[in-house]
């Protein structure tokens, strides 16, 4: 499972289906969705915000939350486009592009991903979501269980108290374990 960071700073798991990987090994499990919103339900939930958008058309908060509604309603091109619309304006913000990565994942580009993810750790080296998102990239994407390692090694270095630190446990002992 991938980390939404622009909710919260406690780990909430993203709803939806990973991308395959090619051997069919290591799979972190995602939660189910209960269900995808219909294209009217989509745009039902949106139209307040881009009403919104037309007094505020340069409001990254936002652009960062109707990316979100279609992050969440697994509409992740326009969730794509509107994380970067909120990243021209503030390019640091590294829950915005841990998210918009996440969703480049979700919608099958783990080198896209995984740029975001380098990107956002440049600006801050330690940002939970993104070291914890990056590992399962690494490693689901690119079958690179070092670089997996590594990155939730840090995360539990930087943050010894994790919420989630057993997950991460695990999915370090199964990388190490080459399951």
């Known amino acids: 499972w991938l980390l939404h ?3 919260t700073d406690t780990p909430t798991v993203a709803a939806g289906t990973q991308p395959s990987a090619s051997n069919g090994a290591f799979q972190v499990p995602l939660a189910q ?3 995808r919103l219909s294209s009217d ?8 915000l881009l009403a919104q958008l037309q007094q505020r058309p340069n409001d990254a908060n936002l652009l960062a939350s109707i990316g979100n ?3 969440d309603s697994q509409v ?11 990243l021209n304006i503030i390019p640091t913000n590294p829950d915005v592009r841990t998210d918009m990565g996440t969703a480049m994942w979700y919608y099958g580009d783990a080198d896209g991903a995984l740029k975001e993810f ?6 801050n080296s ?7 998102n990056r590992g399962v990239v690494l490693m689901q994407g690119k ?25 991460v446990e695990q999915l370090i002992a199964q990388a190490q374990s080459g399951n």
């Open 126 to 132: 330690t940002h939970n979501g993104t070291l914890f």
């Open 69 to 71: 509604l279609y992050y």
């Open 143 to 167: 079958h690179d269980a070092k670089g997996a390692i590594a990155s939730w090694q840090k995360l539990l270095q930087v943050n010894p108290n994790y919420p989630d630190r057993p997950k």
């Open 118 to 123: 380098a990107t956002s750790l440049s600006y």
């Open 5 to 7: 960071s622009s909710y």
């Open 41 to 48: 339900d989509i745009s039902k939930a949106v139209a307040p």
């Open 76 to 86: 992740y091109p326009q969730a794509i486009e509107y994380y970067r619309r909120s």
């Open 33 to 35: 969705s209960s269900g």
